[in-house]
């Protein structure tokens, strides 16, 4: 991966601004997303550009979610539950069954 990255310079910039943007959200650093953008918009990376106009539509949400050091992990994780436990009764299961399932597994 090094060797690519020092034969092509795109990978490198691409490389640095991932790891910038990974950092950036552990960190919970709101205030250097604006600068991220810019570098994204300079850096002429197509895919990359595409990420940034998505996170310039959703603005307000990312820089909330960087700065509040609240997470949806465990609602997200209940979500997934159910979903599993509906698609293991797809097709022979009725919602009655799925509702005995569902209060079943939380007791």
Known sequence: ????????????????????????VRDQK???????????????ITELMRFAKGIERDLAPV?????????NGVVEGHVHRLKLIKRQGYGRASFPLLRQRVLYQAL
């Open 1 to 24: 991966m090094v060797f690519l990255r020092q034969v092509h310079p795109t990978l490198e910039t691409a490389y640095q601004l991932v790891q910038t943007f990974v950092k950036m």
């Open 30 to 44: 709101a205030t250097e997303l604006e600068g991220w953008l810019e570098q994204v918009r300079t850096s002429d």
């Open 63 to 71: 820089q909330a979610a960087l700065q509040l050091p609240y997470s």
